[in-house]
Nanobody, 122 residues
Framework: QVQLVESGGGLVQAGGSLRLSCAAS????????RGWFRQAPGKEREFLAA????????YYADSVKGRCTISRDNAKNTVYLQMSSLKPEDTAVYYC???????????????WGRGTQVTVSS
């Protein structure tokens, strides 16, 4: 069974940092692009960042550019999202996803994790 499992979420004060991880099991996603999205209550799922299969190309939404870094370790079948200078408006459930090639559109992704909650207090 293919699984993507996010971890690293939690409660953090504004201005703080978090590192999210997304581990894959059941198959290797080494040849897949990986993405991070988030969804706040009452809002649509929002693209944050994506990385190509090799890690050589990365893509960021304007809302997080300069505050987030996506990276991957294919040997561990894991992708990471390092977030800094967190704001209360960053509060959301954060999801990782995988597909064959890069996209910033959530419906394009075939595989999803269940999400990890990030709460930023003011």
């Amino acid at each position: 069974q293919v699984q993507l499992v996010e971890s690293g979420g939690g409660l953090v004060q504004a201005g703080g940092s978090l590192r999210l991880s997304c581990a894959a099991s059941g198959r290797t996603f080494a040849s897949y692009a990986r993405g991070w999205f988030r969804q706040a209550p009452g809002k649509e799922r929002e693209f944050l960042a994506a990385i190509n299969w090799s890690g050589g190309r990365t893509y960021y939404a304007d809302s997080v550019k300069g505050r987030c870094t996506i990276s991957r370790d294919n040997a561990k079948n894991t992708v990471y999202l390092q977030m800094s200078s967190l704001k209360p408006e960053d509060t959301a459930v954060y999801y990782c996803a995988a597909r064959d090639t890069y996209s910033d559109r959530a419906p394009a992704y075939e595989h999803w994790g269940r999400g990890t909650q990030v709460t930023v207090s003011s």
